[in-house]
T-cell receptor, first 114, second 109 residues
Framework: KAGVTQTPRYLIKTRGQQVTLSCSPI?????VSWYQQTPGQGLQFLFE???????NKGNFPGRFSGRQFSNSRSEMNVSTLELGDSALYLC?????????????FGPGTRLTVT | GQSLEQPSEVTAVEGAIVQINCTYQ??????LSWYQQHDGGAPTFLSY????GLEETGRFSSFLSRSDSYGYLLLQELQMKDSASYFC??????????FGSGTRLLVRP
């Protein structure tokens, strides 16, 4: 079974621009979560999607948004980029919401904002 | 608020045993997970405890005490490849996974 894939792997953007990141979960997995990881900060929860519905949202500003498609693929968007948005963005999938304790992570998208 | 506390760094010798502790305070609790992340890699799932007690998976064991809001990951027969960051994570009442800030384990020869 193919793992979680994320595109692009690396991205350099300028302050004020917007960016869209993509995630394809493991086949059969219906729940997709997004995390932001910065050095020393662990993984900060952004949001979770299940069956095309956002079920959970973390404490991030409205500039961060996402969606999930009918094939469970997910995208997240960050508008009006700030320098502090530079981070590794990780996507993770699980079978369903009740099994989100066991998540499978993609390799991440490293976003650099200059 | 929700918080998970774990040591930032632990150093141990190859072949030894190391314990990484995690205390948590969350709104609702379904269970405690542990993840491993090597530098430059993605986190990988190690174990999950929903009930009190010890769960063993090979060289790794995980323990949970719900009454103490405490758990730990025990790594035995340490190998150099175990050098990585280890994260505890709590699944709260909304099935959201909240991660600690991670413990960096350095295994020395």
């Amino acid at each position: 079974k193919a793992g979680v894939t994320q595109t692009p792997r690396y991205l350099i953007k300028t302050r004020g621009q917007q960016v869209t990141l993509s995630c394809s979960p493991i086949s059969g997995h219906r729940s997709v979560s997004w995390y932001q990881q910065t050095p020393g900060q662990g993984l900060q929860f952004l949001f979770e999607y299940f069956s095309e519905t956002q079920r959970n949202k973390g404490n991030f500003p409205g500039r961060f948004s996402g969606r999930q498609f009918s094939n469970s693929r997910s995208e997240m968007n960050v508008s009006t980029l700030e320098l502090g948005d530079s981070a590794l963005y990780l996507c993770a999938s699980s079978l369903d919401s009740g099994s989100s304790y066991e998540q499978y992570f993609g390799p991440g998208t490293r976003l650099t904002v200059t | 608020g929700q918080s998970l506390e774990q040591p930032s760094e632990v150093t141990a010798v190859e072949g030894a045993i190391v314990q990484i502790n995690c205390t948590y305070q969350t709104s609702g609790f379904y269970g405690l997970s542990w993840y491993q992340q090597h530098d430059g890699g993605a986190p990988t799932f190690l174990s999950y405890n929903a009930l009190d007690g010890l769960e063993e998976t090979g060289r790794f064991s995980s323990f949970l005490s719900r009454s103490d809001s405490y758990g730990y990951l025990l790594l035995q027969e340490l190998q150099m490849k175990d050098s990585a960051s280890y994260f505890c994570a709590v699944m709260d009442s909304s099935y959201k996974l909240i991660f600690g800030s991670g413990t960096r384990l350095l295994v020395r020869p």
